[in-house]
């Protein structure tokens, strides 16, 4: 089946959110889409925000809060950090692809660099990609986090909480597992830019992905997902509600 290869040029987070959702449920084609935020947290479908984000802090730095359709721990977002999202039709997902596809990228650039039990991806015991994936009737979708040149500093911040666990709510949560982060472009002997280095992702996807087609996103699809945005994405009770 043909391959949509989509270089995503939006950088809002509940576009892009939105976008995934879109994409998997209307387009047939399998797909590869690279995307970038602006500074964002992301909260896996079935987490609390108030046990997984520093508000004071996010609040302050005018970073946004969203949630996603998958699952997974909360992750933060910003221009120096690039995403995946792979989204395949099969009856038998295997999830570990996409995480060996992306091994293979990073090993080609000279990065040598290691999957962990929970599909993320580090060099050493430091994390450089953590990963979600969900399942819509014969579909999956895999996506991953690429730090590149993250500002570590508001990442962490962003992401600490208070010791002090809030009272228990209805329903249930998923709590995050905490990692130590880096950034790729420390193991480069000459980091290209953050653009470049999305060039070079894109390039080798094209190299080695067969029947790829390079896509973007029609006016009418701009507008159906800006509408699941506005009605999902970005509205407070899917960001902070109580059940999900």
């Known amino acids: 089946m043909n391959t949509l290869i989509i270089d995503n040029p939006f950088t809002d987070i509940y576009f892009n959110l939105a976008a995934e959702e879109f994409l998997l449920k209307n387009r047939p084609e399998n797909i590869l889409m690279l995307w970038q935020n602006t500074p964002s947290v992301v909260l896996g479908k079935h987490q609390r925000v108030e046990t997984e984000i520093n508000l004071t802090y996010v609040k302050d730095k ?38 060996r596809k992306t091994l293979e990228f990073l090993n080609s650039i000279g990065v040598q660099a290691q999957k962990d039990t929970r599909l993320g991806i580090n060099i050493g015991h430091l994390k450089i990609s953590g990963s979600a994936q969900c399942i819509y009737k014969t579909k999956c979708m895999y996506h991953c986090t690429l730090l590149y040149d993250t500002n570590l500093t508001a990442l962490t911040a962003s992401l600490a909480v208070s010791r002090i666990s809030p009272a228990p709510k209805t329903g249930y949560s998923v709590a995050s597992v905490k990692s130590p982060v880096t950034n790729i472009s420390k193991y480069l002997q000459y980091p290209p830019d953050t653009e470049d280095f999305k060039n070079q992702v894109l390039a080798f996807f094209l190299n080695t992905m067969p029947q790829k087609q390079i896509y973007n996103l029609n006016p009418d699809e701009i507008n159906r997902v800006e509408q699941l945005k506005n009605e999902k994405y970005a509205t407070t009770q899917w960001i902070f509600g109580k059940d999900f």
């Open 62 to 99: 005018q970073i946004r809060i969203a949630r996603r359709y998958s699952g997974g721990g909360t992750v933060y977002h910003d221009l120096g950090n690039l995403n995946l999202t792979f989204i395949e039709n099969t009856n038998v997902p295997d999830f570990e692809k996409y995480t």
